[in-house]
């Protein structure tokens, strides 16, 4: 007799949107392949509407700062609290920050462009130890 395998937890659906939105795909397919998310490529509209609807878990938002156009509409449509900024000019990513950014509550993370290929792993795998 052999063991069965293990229960496979649900697929999470996270949107990403932004300039970086193809880098910030590529940078997380291993860690959200690992944590039981599928990356969903989005507008930033589609985005916001889509964590008001349930039909994504989260979303990361990329543009130059990491803090505008990434997290604008998000902001609008969810409030403050569901945002926020991880890393952009003056604001290196950091694996705390954003471990404790994805325990926070927010939806919603901004990333700078340059930041995408270290931030989206770290948050994925933070957002995998936050799923419900």
């Known amino acids: 007799m052999g063991t069965a395998p293990a229960p496979q937890r649900d697929t999470v659906r996270v949107a990403v949107y932004g300039t970086a939105r193809p880098d910030a795909l590529a940078a997380g397919r291993e860690a959200a392949r690992a944590g039981g998310f599928e990356l ?3 507008s930033d509209v589609d985005a916001a509407e889509g964590i008001a609807s349930g ?3 989260w979303a990361i938002g990329t543009c130059i700062t990491g803090r505008g156009a990434a997290l604008a509409i998000a902001r609008a449509r969810l409030g403050e609290a569901g945002v926020a900024w991880l890393a952009g000019p003056g604001r290196p990513a950091d ?12 939806r919603v993370f901004g990333i700078a462009d340059t930041a995408v290929e270290r931030a989206v792993p770290w948050l994925l795998a933070a957002l995998a130890g936050a799923r419900p």
């Open 95 to 106: 694996r705390d920050g954003i471990a404790a950014a994805a325990h926070s509550g927010a």
């Open 55 to 57: 039909r994504f878990a």
């Open 40 to 42: 969903v490529g989005a």
